[in-house]
């Protein structure tokens, strides 16, 4: 049975419960809409889960948010196809959903409330466009990338033995 995932933001108003097959909050995206939208301590941690699973109350209290990202290289700006929301009444950040990959649903391991497993190690990514004054905490063996790893949250679950059937 995959764990149950019971999340709300912190005025109660939305309440949210998600399966997840791999529940280990072990990757922290230090990108500007992660910490600047949830990441007070300068980097986002990320699950994944089954979006069918997803089941919400207090709908009507979520607001949306499409970031626009710069592209580096051809100096454009493209609206995200990403669905972040978050809590109108409180602002807490709750998840992002990408129509690109339907299967998946990202809440934001903040918002959680159930017990999570402890990360045997971490992965650190989108270091590039960290803020200067944060220091990573990176730890033995933690991973590092500039952009995204290649490795996905599943393949890394199931690597380690993580993966809950
Ligand atoms: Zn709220
Ligand atoms: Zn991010």
């Known amino acids: 049975m995959p764990t149950t995932l019971k999340g709300s933001c ?7 419960t998600v399966a997840s097959h791999t529940p280990v909050p072990y990757q922290l995206c230090y990108c500007s809409i992660c910490r600047k939208q ?19 109350s207090g709908e009507n209290r979520l607001g949306l948010y499409r970031a626009a990202i710069e592209d580096d290289e051809h100096e454009t700006c493209e609206v995200s196809t990403g669905e972040r ?7 807490s950040a709750l998840w992002l959903y990408d129509p690109t990959w339907p299967e998946l ?6 918002a959680i409330d159930s017990e999570l497993p402890k990360a045997p190690s971490r992965v650190h990514l989108m270091l590039k466009y960290k803020a200067s004054w944060v220091e990573p905490d990176i730890r033995g063996n933690d991973a590092a990338f ?13 690597k380690r033995g993580l993966w809950v059937e």
């Not at 949830?38 to 919400?56: C, K, P």
């Not at 649903?105 to 903040?110: K, N």
């Open 85 to 91: 929301r978050f809590c109108t009444a409180c602002g």
């Open 146 to 158: 500039d952009l995204y790893p290649e490795e996905s949250i599943e393949g890394w679950h199931r």
């Open 10 to 16: 912190r005025c109660g108003a939305v309440r949210f």
């Open 105 to 110: 649903v990202h809440p934001f391991a903040s």
């Open 38 to 56: 949830q990441g007070g301590g300068g980097f986002a941690i990320n699950l994944a889960a089954d979006a069918r699973t997803l089941e919400v």
